[in-house]
């Protein structure tokens, strides 16, 4: 993902601090029960990562069992394949059949219904995307839309009607990129207020370079966040320890479910701090995620 990317040596001049809940995310979890088990996943975007043969995929892994060991390794995926090509519905079965029964793929819209057509006229190409999601069934977790980055305050009407178009049972999320979504008070709260009664919810994105991604405004008790890290500089991991302590605080007030999804502009190192997320999420939230195996690691092999 190129989406905020900044030159390393301006990373200590950025502030990277999450900042405060919007008071609309303060309000919805008051009205919930705090659950006893907090439901937190943590998943990568892509399961193709050559690189991460020998690493986070035992040694010769070919690469047509590469999701398969991505599944024995987490319970969710960021499907952003999706956007770029529809898959048949074989191909679906397939991907079935490598992961388990409680695995979930979070598909994002595909790119015709997004880019090309800007969410216009689009029934045909809705309705493909979704009879992939009717496929996936109970491997089916939220899904996710982009509307196109020029798509601003003048395209109101159209994202909504949109969302309104898509079947109640599947579970939305949107993120935002047109400046207007980010600075026109009026508007953001013109439209996250209607995302909060549509029962839409709102992808929060944690780049380094686009810090008014990080509205900390949820329109549902349920968060999917997209964090996007920096190869392993020291800021990525004090970032996560920033949310961990922030999913620690909406576990306490009785937020449903979390997504976290780890990028990173260069891939190779999503697994890394995934790692570290799951371990402190582990220690510090009580969550009970199942810890990533390194294949290159001697200790953990041992254990094995």
């Not at 690189?51 to 991505?70: C, H, M, R, S």
């Not at 519905?89 to 979070?106: A, P």
């Not at 500089?233 to 920033?242: E, G, K, V």
């Given at each position: 993902?190129?989406?905020?990317?900044?030159?390393?040596?301006?990373?200590?001049?950025?502030?990277?601090?999450?900042p405060?809940?919007?008071?609309?995310?303060?309000?919805?979890?008051?009205?919930?029960?705090?659950?006893?088990?907090?439901?937190?996943?943590?998943?990568?975007?892509?399961?193709?990562?050559?690189?991460?043969?020998?690493?986070?995929?035992?040694?010769?892994?070919?690469?047509?069992?590469?999701?398969?060991?991505?599944?024995?390794?987490?319970?969710?995926?960021?499907?952003?394949?999706?956007?770029?090509?529809?898959?048949?519905?074989?191909?679906?079965?397939?991907?079935?059949?490598?992961?388990?029964?409680?695995?979930?793929?979070?598909?994002?819209?595909?790119?015709?219904?997004?880019?090309?057509?800007?969410?216009?006229?689009?029934?045909?190409?809705?309705?493909?995307?979704l009879?992939?999601?009717?496929?996936?069934?109970?491997?089916?977790?939220?899904?996710?839309?982009?509307?196109?980055?020029?798509?601003?305050?003048?395209?109101?009407?159209?994202?909504?009607?949109?969302l309104?178009?898509?079947?109640?049972?599947?579970?939305?999320?949107?993120?935002?990129?047109?400046?207007?979504?980010?600075?026109k008070?009026?508007?953001?709260d013109?439209?996250?207020?209607?995302?909060?009664?549509?029962?839409?919810?709102?992808?929060i994105?944690?780049?380094?370079?686009?810090?008014?991604?990080?509205?900390?405004?949820?329109?549902?008790?349920?968060?999917?966040?997209?964090?996007?890290?920096?190869?392993?500089?020291?800021?990525?991991?004090?970032?996560?320890?920033?949310?961990?302590?922030?999913?620690?605080?909406?576990?306490?007030?009785?937020?449903?479910?979390?997504?976290?999804?780890?990028?990173?502009?260069?891939?190779?190192?999503?697994?890394?701090?995934?790692k570290?997320?799951?371990?402190?999420?582990?220690?510090?939230?009580?969550?009970?995620?199942?810890?990533?195996?390194?294949?290159?690691?001697?200790e953990?092999?041992?254990?094995?």
């Amino acid at each position: 993902m190129e989406y905020g990317k900044v030159e390393p040596k301006l990373l200590d001049k950025i502030d990277l601090k999450l900042p405060k809940d919007h008071p609309q995310t303060k309000a919805i979890l008051e009205k919930q029960k705090p659950l006893a088990k907090p439901k937190v996943h943590v998943g990568m975007a892509k399961w193709g990562i050559p690189q991460w043969v020998g690493k986070l995929y035992p040694k010769k892994t070919k690469a047509t069992n590469f999701l398969e060991e991505y599944g024995k390794q987490f319970d969710c995926i960021e499907f952003n394949a999706i956007f770029y090509q529809l898959p048949t519905l074989e191909q679906v079965k397939i991907w079935k059949s490598k992961v388990g029964k409680d695995f979930k793929f979070c598909p994002k819209f595909h790119e015709a219904i997004t880019h090309r057509k800007r969410l216009k006229d689009v029934r045909e190409e809705l309705d493909k995307f979704l009879s992939v999601a009717h496929e996936l069934g109970k491997n089916l977790g939220p899904v996710f839309l982009m509307p196109h980055p020029q798509m601003g305050e003048k395209h109101l009407e159209t994202i909504q009607l949109f969302l309104e178009s898509i079947p109640k049972e599947i579970e939305v999320f949107a993120e935002f990129r047109h400046p207007d979504f980010m600075t026109k008070k009026t508007l953001v709260d013109e439209m996250y207020t209607w995302m909060e009664k549509k029962k839409v919810g709102s992808v929060i994105t944690d780049t380094a370079g686009v810090r008014e991604g990080v509205h900390m405004r949820l329109t549902t008790p349920e968060a999917f966040i997209r964090f996007v890290g920096n190869s392993l500089h020291d800021s990525d991991y004090t970032r996560i320890d920033d949310w961990v302590k922030r999913i620690k605080d909406w576990n306490k007030k009785g937020i449903k479910e979390t997504y976290f999804f780890m990028h990173m502009h260069d891939e190779r190192y999503s697994p890394e701090l995934s790692k570290y997320l799951i371990e402190e999420l582990n220690k510090k939230v009580g969550t009970n995620i199942k810890p990533l195996t390194f294949y290159n690691d001697p200790e953990q092999m041992e254990l094995l």
